[in-house]
């Protein structure tokens, strides 16, 4: 590979770092960039229609910040801008949020989009990287700090301009990642001198990984550094903006958060320009996890799956974190059998606290049920297959006859494919329940050496014989209305078989089991 073509990036020595020591306590204030960096990044951008479910879905969610977009980008912004405005669509207590690059003209036409809505937040940006300033803008620093200074001075003036409507300033260095630290600083303190904020303004400063550049502690270093140096930090609501270019865009916002950031901007689930921004559905579920109010209504992740998937024309992936079609499944045996088990303690135990292996939250509490923690292939194992047979079918295996039937399943799904919970049933059916018959006319079996004898003249109407093992009763779990089951273990020398009744009645079920396993077990002797 030509690794001479890349440069590593200057590590930012932070030796005092203090974030690597503290721990989450609150979630930060959320900002859904959806419907401008999620929307700019479709094939398909998203029409009126689409974007006003989009709008409702972040409402609904509990977003209080929400960004509409680019109004003097494109007409689509503009009109959908001042449609959420004239329908009267803004709820109380939350702010709409609206960019401009730094120009004059760009701005002024950006905060008469917003005229008419009661608060807005008014974020102006300039790129300032290395790059950026030589090789696009041919500029040098102190070129790029009067472009962002001037465009600031626009920022303020107009900032009281709508009356009834509250403008929040925001200043960003866009490719802060790829930006000098000082150099950023000198900057954000220049516009910070300029605009010389009160703590209850909270003008917001947003530090962007416009395109992700290094390792997430770097990224912490410098957010910390930044936090400690930024002028009238008290009156900062200092934002991230993170983009997935390395994968660890999670990480990067999570360890940023502790450096000392309030405030995360993202998509709700990743989507944005490459190779996307920060999941917020994943960086809130990170902290209800651990027992953190998210502050986000995720009681239905599945509907804000389809709505976002319908407005974005993109799938999600089925492994996605938290909401993705598999993130609450298992497939192999060991873990299947973990959770099945997890599960029967938690109940046993009565315990309010979450603690299931392989489950790191409720699937309930997200909107799921729990059919599908547990699905079936070729791989799985006892446990698995006998969970499902317990929830869905209500049969509950002993352990020997667990085994047996694992191997009737693996050998079924050999050929490949998920087994489901409708063909986990007729395999037991076919190998177990057959014949079922009418009842016929056999002595009481209310005990194991009742069930012997019965047994014994069975295989001998067979030409062989057989001792019972075990003899398991299942009774109707509402009452004496339901069906009975029993379960018969037998042997005949090294071979044992299991055999399983259903009945209206205990001992309906009994002769029906010793059927099946006299049945079965003579079947094996005689192969």
């Known amino acids: 590979m030509p690794v001479h073509k890349y440069r590593r990036y200057r590590p930012f020595t ?43 879905l972040l409402v609904k969610l509990g977003f209080k910040e929400i960004e509409l977009g680019f109004p003097m980008s494109s007409r689509s912004d503009l009109e959908f801008t001042r449609d959420i405005i004239e329908r009267d669509a803004i709820p109380d207590d939350v702010t709409i949020q609206v960019m401009s690059p730094i120009r004059d003209g760009m701005i002024e036409d950006t905060v008469k989009a917003i005229e008419g809505a009661p608060r807005a937040i008014v974020q102006i940006f ?73 703590p209850e303004e909270q003008v917001r400063v947003v530090l962007p990984a416009s395109v992700e550049a290094y390792p997430p502690h770097e990224f912490a270093d410098r957010i910390e550094w930044m936090h400690r140096n930024l002028a009238y930090r008290d009156a900062i609501t200092l934002t991230l903006h993170t983009h997935n270019d390395r994968g660890s865009a999670v990480a990067a916002t999570e360890l940023a958060v502790l450096a000392g950031a309030d405030r995360v901007e993202g998509t709700l689930f990743g989507n944005g320009e490459r190779a996307g921004n920060v999941c917020l559905i994943t960086l809130a579920m990170n902290l209800l996890s651990q027992g953190i109010d998210p502050h986000l209504d995720l009681s239905d992740l599945d509907e804000a799956l389809r709505i976002t998937e319908h407005c974005n024309r993109m799938p999600v992936s089925p492994r996605h974190p938290w909401v993705g079609d598999f993130v609450y499944t298992s497939f192999a045996g060991s873990h299947q059998d973990a959770i099945s088990k997890g599960l029967k303690a938690l ?89 079922a018959g009418p009842p016929q006319a056999l002595p009481a079996i209310d005990s194991q050496e009742a069930a012997g004898r019965v047994l014994s003249d069975l295989m001998a109407d067979r030409g062989a014989s057989g001792t019972v093992r075990e003899l398991r009763v299942q009774a109707p779990s509402g009452g004496d209305s339901g069906p009975w089951v029993v379960y018969v273990e037998a042997g005949s020398g090294t071979v044992v078989r299991w055999g399983v009744g259903v009945g209206a009645t205990e001992q309906e079920g009994a002769e029906r089991a010793l059927r099946s396993t006299a049945e079965r077990l003579s079947r094996a002797v005689s192969a």
């Open 14 to 56: 932070l030796p005092d770092r203090t974030w690597p020591d503290r721990v989450p306590e609150e979630a930060p204030l959320w900002c859904s960039v959806d419907l401008r960096d999620g929307n700019q990044a479709l094939l398909d951008p998203m029409d009126l229609d689409r974007k006003r479910t989009m709008y409702e």
């Open 126 to 198: 300039n790129p300032t990287s290395v790059t950026q300033r030589h090789a696009v803008f041919g500029m040098s620093r102190a070129e790029v700090k009067a472009l962002a200074l001037r465009g600031a001075e626009t920022a303020l003036k107009l900032r009281d301009s709508l009356p009834g409507t509250e403008i929040y300033l925001q200043y960003g260095t866009e490719s802060f990642t790829q930006t000098e630290p000082e150099f950023a600083l000198e900057v954000h303190n220049a516009v910070l001198e300029l605009w010389r904020p009160r």
């Open 347 to 435: 109940e046993r135990a009565g315990s309010t606290v979450w603690d299931v292996p392989y489950l790191p939250v409720d699937p309930r509490d997200v909107g799921r049920d729990y059919q599908a923690l547990i699905r079936i292939n070729s791989q799985s194992g006892k446990g698995g297959i006998a969970h499902l047979m317990c929830t869905e079918h209500g049969f509950d295996l002993p352990r020997r006859l667990q085994i047996e039937f694992a191997a009737v399943v693996q050998a079924q799904a050999e050929s490949g494919g998920e087994v489901t919970a409708g063909q986990l049933l007729d395999w037991f059916t076919q190998e177990y329940l057959t014949p």
